[in-house]
Nanobody, 122 residues
Framework: QVQLVESGGGLVQAGGSLRLSCAAS????????MGWFRQAPGKEREFVAA????????YYADSVKGRFTISKDNAKNTVYLQMNSLKPEDTAVYYC???????????????WGQGTQVTVSS
């Protein structure tokens, strides 16, 4: 069983920054892919960013490319989402997920965190 715990959400003004963290309980994540998704009220869950635990390839939604960065810390077994130049439309609950493929499809992921709220005020 894998447990993912997100943290770092909050309220920020437009143009500001936040860093989300996703701590994983499992020691060995070398064969996994990690993804970040978000869901705003009344909308479907949408892909934000993903990467494989091993290697350096990263993937981003067009809406966040150039503003968000997904990274990891092996020693802490943690994945991060650095969010810069935040916009009101980035407001959502953000979820991290683990699966076998770095996919933009949320159905490809097997494990999910509880979510953390990000609110961007204009």
């Amino acid at each position: 069983q894998v447990q993912l715990v997100e943290s770092g959400g909050g309220l920020v003004q437009a143009g500001g920054s936040l860093r989300l963290s996703c701590a994983a309980s499992r020691r060995t994540f070398s064969s996994y892919a990690m993804g970040w998704f978000r869901q705003a009220p009344g909308k479907e869950r949408e892909f934000v960013a993903a990467r494989r635990w091993s290697g350096s390839s990263t993937y981003y939604a067009d809406s966040v490319k150039g503003r968000f960065t997904i990274s990891k810390d092996n020693a802490k077994n943690t994945v991060y989402l650095q969010m810069n130049s935040l916009k009101p439309e980035d407001t959502a609950v953000y979820y991290c997920a683990a699966g076998t493929t770095a996919s933009i499809d949320y159905r490809s992921y097997d494990y999910w965190g509880q979510g953390t709220q990000v609110t961007v005020s204009s």
